[in-house]
């Protein structure tokens, strides 16, 4: 038996059939939706390369029963950018060296869009680190990351 949803994914309205209910957040977007800009890292809520915002909220798409998102409002990694434009995180991690390989880095921009429209990050390093702890960065960027959170608020 399928089961149908409907959400808005980078403001574009998107109707499916879910064929497995079980699906997963991440596995819809990079399998059905052609948007593999959210990586699969852990798979299991552990690294936060899946993070993507839904209703304006972090949260790790590997973990997310696509079932339970009729109705949402999804933004990607392939969702900020403004044609040619950057978004204003993307081009403070370009402007800090916030990345080495780059796996984390589009889960590393969406919490951080995330984290500053919440209000939360403020200007303390140690603070932002904490906010972002969920998103591993096997490379050690932490610093450029963090300036890019620190700078990207101005
Ligand atoms: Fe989702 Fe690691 S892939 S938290």
């Known amino acids: 038996m399928s089961l149908s949803i409907s959400f808005t994914v980078n ?3 998107r109707a499916m059939d879910l064929d497995d209910p079980r699906v997963m957040l991440l596995d819809l977007l990079r399998e059905r ?4 800009g959210s990586k699969k890292g852990c798979d299991r809520g552990q690294c936060g390369a ?9 949260i790790n798409s590997c973990l997310a029963l696509a079932a339970s998102l009729d109705g949402a409002e ?4 392939e969702g900020l950018a403004d044609g040619p434009e950057l978004h ?4 403070a991690f370009i402007a800090h060296d916030a990345f080495q390989c780059g796996y984390c880095t589009p ?25 972002m702890s969920g998103n591993i960065c096997r490379c050690g960027a932490y ?12």
């Not at 403020?122 to 932002?128: A, H, L, S, T």
């Open 11 to 13: 403001g574009q309205s």
């Open 33 to 36: 939706l052609d948007l593999p």
């Open 50 to 58: 899946c993070t993507v915002l839904v209703d304006g909220r972090r």
């Open 74 to 77: 999804i933004i990607t990694i």
């Open 88 to 91: 204003p995180v993307q081009a």
């Open 107 to 131: 889960g590393q921009i969406m919490s951080a869009v995330g984290l500053i429209s919440e209000g939360q990050a403020g200007d303390d390093p140690e603070r932002i680190r904490e906010l």
């Open 143 to 154: 610093q450029g990351i963090t300036e890019a959170v620190q700078d990207a608020q101005k």
